[in-house]
């Protein structure tokens, strides 16, 4: 089969389809294996492939999109919907979230660069750190590896569900907190602890009845004494909140204790109610004398 053919049909060669597109014939092979711009007609004798001229409109939209590093996937979800609004509804959710990735990176970038340039003292001074004694506290947990992007949505569900069952153990009786047993990073999975104090051993009674499925257990947190500083909403964003646990680990250098325990945020206000500025959170670790 020839191109001139098929005149009437307006098929391109894979040569000349991809020099009108721009798109190079590796990605057009690719893009048809992927299902993402499959040929018109392909020979059955030769195995060439042949595109009409309409398709050119498309294959160009895939060849700008991938020059946002718009993942296959995502392309074939924007120019596969149904009209041009949902295209571009879809285009803008990806770009939301390239954005919010960047604002993270550059957060991260002037941290690091703080840290890199030896500003660590101004960065600590930022932030008050004191000793709490926490009395011994029954709590039910949920327990779950988890990378760092995973962990905000985490948090607020597991916190959500331990509350729901606290209802069953007499209620909550203090701050819900989270433990990181092991570091948890884009790299690292932790794992991390959700706790919520309630009234009494009830709780095993519900917690084996009920939250079997997601683990939920039981156990006594014994007395501590905590070194504590209070951060704002907005300071809970990672990396913001790496320099509170920084500054805490550098009080306690200072003062001479030692820890006892693993890391902890304790959510003590409504999350939701709460403003940018607004203290809801305190970055601690226990501690004991050296």
């Not at 993270?104 to 003292?121: E, F, I, K, M, P």
């Not at 009920?210 to 209070?230: I, Y």
Request: hydrophobic share 45%; net charge negative.
């Amino acid at each position: 089969m020839t191109e001139n053919a098929d005149v009437d049909e307006e098929l391109l060669s894979i040569g000349a389809f991809a020099a009108r597109s721009r798109l190079s014939a590796k990605a057009l092979r690719l893009y048809d294996r992927l299902g993402l711009l499959p040929p018109a007609r392909v020979d059955a004798d030769t195995g060439y492939r042949y595109y009409r001229a309409a398709q050119v409109e498309r294959a160009r939209m895939v060849a700008l999109l991938r020059q946002l590093d718009m993942p296959l996937a995502r392309i074939a979800e924007v120019v596969d919907a149904g009209d041009g609004a949902a295209r571009a509804r879809r285009l803008d959710a990806y770009w939301a979230e390239v954005e919010a990735r960047h604002a993270s990176q550059r957060t991260l970038a002037g941290y690091l660069r703080g840290r890199l340039s030896g500003r660590s003292l101004e960065m600590y001074g930022k932030f008050t750190v004191e000793t709490v004694d926490v009395p011994e506290q029954v709590v039910i947990t949920e327990s779950r590896h988890i990378l760092a992007d995973e962990l905000p949505a985490w948090i607020g569900a597991s916190l959500g569900r331990l509350e729901e069952g606290a209802r069953a153990c007499g209620g909550v009786t203090g701050a819900p907190f989270v433990v990181y047993h092991s570091e948890v990073s884009v790299e690292s999975d932790g794992p991390a602890e959700a706790c919520v104090p309630v009234a009494d051993e009830a709780a095993a009674a519900w917690a084996a009845e009920r939250g079997r499925v997601r683990g939920t257990t039981v156990r006594a947190e014994p007395a501590m004494r905590l070194a504590r500083t209070r951060i704002a909403k907005a300071q809970v964003a990672h990396p913001q909140i790496l320099a509170a646990f920084e500054a805490v680990e550098a009080w306690m250098r200072e003062q001479g204790l030692t820890y006892a325990g693993p890391c902890r945020e304790i959510y003590f206000a409504d999350w939701d109610a709460a403003g940018p500025e607004d203290p809801v959170c305190d970055v601690a670790f226990p501690v004991a004398e050296a």
